[in-house]
């Protein structure tokens, strides 16, 4: 009789495995490493992946998860993969903010041909450096200027993205670049059509600072 329930009786699904980022989904939640080299709001904290957007290049595509936790703040990671793989995270900042990290004039140089600008970030306010102090770098160098793309609020892995120029390409935006000397840090420019600016505070950090992940089902 067991074998015959076993041959007629109704399979389980297959559990859904969950353990690396391009595997996750909206609903997933992962939780990162308690080490101190990561700011507050990454160190040791669970997050959930609240939203997947695509960025549409010429000849490639970037998937992003938009991520939230206690605080209620986004948090916004990429899996990346160039010479070797890597996470980026990237924690944006209001225009006030801009205003107190950099001297606004050596920020308009990096939307000037040929796009060469150099920063120094100004010394933070104890707020303002406890909150921010270890996303930003010592020092940014330009590393790219007014590259073109489409970014989609929809998960097109593995899709093509529309392309439908009647509204359905996504919104098209510049972007600027500047990294540290390390190569640690970042700082992200995105200008869209509607005029609208995002700027980003970004760490480069290791596949391993995930620690656990949690399929929603």
């Known amino acids: 009789m067991g074998f015959l ?5 109704k399979k389980e699904a297959p559990k859904r495995v969950l353990d690396h980022p391009n595997k996750l989904l909206k609903g997933d939640m992962i939780t990162l490493d308690d080490s101190f080299a990561l700011p507050a709001q990454l160190r040791g904290q669970q997050l959930k992946v609240e939203a997947i957007h695509t960025y549409e290049y010429q000849r490639s595509q970037q998937c992003e998860f938009m991520l939230r936790g206690h605080s209620g703040k986004s948090i916004f990671m990429a899996y990346v993969v160039e010479d070797e793989a890597y996470l980026s995270f ?98 992200d420019i995105e200008v869209y059509e509607s005029g609208d600016t995002e700027v980003m505070l970004t760490l480069y950090r290791p596949l391993s600072d995930i620690r656990d992940y949690w399929p929603a089902s």
């Open 5 to 9: 329930r076993g041959l007629f009786g």
């Open 90 to 187: 990237s924690y944006k900042i209001s225009r006030a903010v801009v205003e107190q990290l950099f001297d606004l004039d050596q920020f308009a140089d990096i939307f000037e041909e040929p796009g060469q600008a150099n920063l120094t970030p100004q010394a933070l306010s104890p707020e303002l450096s406890e909150e921010l102090g270890q996303w930003v770098a010592d020092d940014y160098h330009q590393v790219e200027y007014a590259g073109f793309g489409y970014f989609h609020r929809e998960d097109y892995r593995n899709l093509t993205p529309p392309q439908d120029d009647n509204g359905q390409r996504g919104e098209a935006f510049e972007s600027y670049s500047l990294v540290n000397a390390h190569e640690t840090h970042a700082l």
